[in-house]
């Protein structure tokens, strides 16, 4: 299920290909998914998280923190954290964090327990500083950050710890 914005983006973007001359068949073939059953996948998880999210105001700000509360231990992709966190700001957040296990044997890590916190801002907070607090980097709107352990649960009240320190600076 795509947005009806993202959907106009990609018409316009077609069609501006097309208007200078691109091959119909190829410009088609940049905007088709090819994988149809692991895209349902990937919809489906990111729906998942969103339903769980947990909703926060401070300070005037708004943000949105996922995990997965139905199996904590469900080890998710990069991109499907990632696309939750985007998919957050959609709704009027300034920020959203979605925590997850990562499959970190895809990025040639031998630790097993790896769990990622991926970040999104509208601009309004410094996602960059709030992953530095814990390893992380990234921008003001976009960061990321990876932690060594085994309890989600542990990161999840870190995260509303440090929001709360970040909120009384």
Same mark, same amino acid.
Do not use: W
């Given at each position: ?21 691109? @091959?119909?068949? +190829?410009?088609?073939?940049?905007? *088709?998914?090819?994988?149809?059953? $692991?895209?349902? /996948?990937?919809? %489906? ?25 139905? @199996?904590?231990? +469900?080890?998710?992709?990069?991109? *499907?954290?990632?696309?939750?966190? $985007?998919?957050? /700001?959609?709704? %009027? ?28 801002? +509208? ?47």
């Amino acid at each position: 299920a795509y947005s009806q914005e993202a959907l106009i983006t990609a018409s316009e973007d077609y069609e501006g290909l097309l208007n200078i001359g691109a @091959d119909v068949r +190829k410009t088609l073939d940049m905007f *088709v998914i090819s994988n149809f059953k $692991d895209d349902r /996948l990937r919809e %489906k998880q990111i729906s998942d998280l969103i339903d769980q999210s947990i909703e926060i105001q401070s300070s005037g700000y708004r943000f949105v923190i996922t995990l997965d509360k139905k @199996d904590p231990f +469900k080890v998710y992709s990069h991109e *499907v954290l990632a696309q939750t966190a $985007d998919r957050l /700001l959609k709704y %009027k957040f300034d920020a959203s964090f979605v925590i997850g296990f990562i499959d970190s044997v895809s990025l040639g890590n031998c630790h097993k327990n790896i769990i990622s916190i991926k970040g999104r801002s +509208k601009e309004n907070f410094d996602i960059s500083y709030f992953m530095y607090q814990f390893g992380g980097g990234g921008t003001i709107s976009s960061g990321a950050c990876e932690i060594n352990g085994d309890n989600i649960e542990n990161v999840l009240y870190e995260v509303f710890n440090t929001l709360e320190d970040i909120m009384k600076l």
